[in-house]
């Protein structure tokens, strides 16, 4: 079992659907980020949150240390909203467990 | 200006050769990363470096060596390629070894071997 478990493993939405994706781990973390992946394969990251809540633009990213467990929601999906959503956390240091991906599908 | 850069993007090659990806950053970052991902898209870490000096090493085979001649640039080279090594590696960056930093990823170097 992956320290790191994410779902849904796959998403299709219709555009202007609201999203969810959950992330939870089985270690304790001082750290967790949500990465976004693009069909060309380049990675951004979208949020690092050891806490409470952050908000960018139209995407939220939630975490509750208590029950280790994230969540990241997009607001008002697009199609260009589709990637793959990668969770991974850092339990000390540098090294990040990544989750195995969330393929999210907006369609117009 | 790309903030990390790695080449090539493509890479083809036969089992047994030995090859070498490049990365660079210009974010000025002390840490330096490589990860892989296999062809279930799962993300590993192989290596991190901390101004020039091993911080992580993963279990993985000693024919992966990673090279930091200095703390901008990690390179990786990969000697007697198999058929397994075929992945997609993303070289990293961040501001010092601390869990609460931002990650920045290259493009990914998309390896072949035949």
């Known amino acids: 079992k992956n320290e790191v478990e994410q779902s849904p493993q796959n998403l299709t939405a219709q555009e202007g659907e609201f999203i969810t994706i959950n992330c939870s781990y089985s270690?304790?973390?001082?750290?967790l980020h949500w990465l976004q992946q693009h069909p060309g394969g380049g990675i951004v990251s979208l949020f690092m949150?050891?806490?409470g809540k952050k908000k960018h633009g139209r995407l939220i990213a939630t975490i509750n240390i208590q029950e280790k467990h994230s969540s990241l929601h997009i607001t008002a999906s697009h199609p260009r909203d589709s990637a793959v959503y990668i969770c991974?956390?850092?339990?000390?240091?540098?090294?990040?467990?990544f989750g195995e991906g969330t393929q999210l599908t907006v369609n117009p | 200006d790309t903030a990390v850069s790695q080449t090539p993007k493509y890479l083809v090659t036969q089992m047994g050769n030995d090859k070498s990806i490049k990365c660079e950053q210009n974010?000025?970052?002390?840490?330096m990363y490589w990860y892989k991902q296999d062809s279930k898209k799962f993300l590993k870490i192989m290596f991190s470096?901390?101004?020039?000096?091993?911080?992580i090493n993963e279990t993985v085979p000693n024919r992966f060596s990673p090279k930091s001649p200095d703390k901008a640039h990690l390179n990786l080279h990969i000697n007697s390629l198999e058929l397994g090594d075929s992945a997609v590696y993303f070289c990293?960056?961040?501001?010092?070894?601390?869990?609460?930093?931002?990650?920045?990823f290259g493009e990914g170097s998309w390896l072949t071997v035949v």
């Open positions: 990293a960056s961040s501001q010092g070894v601390t869990s609460g930093n931002t990650i920045y």
């Open positions: 270690v304790g973390i001082s750290a």
């Open positions: 949150l050891s806490s």
């Open positions: 991974a956390a850092t339990s000390g240091g540098s090294r990040l467990t």
């Open positions: 974010l000025g970052h002390d840490t």
């Open positions: 470096y901390n101004n020039k000096e091993l911080i």
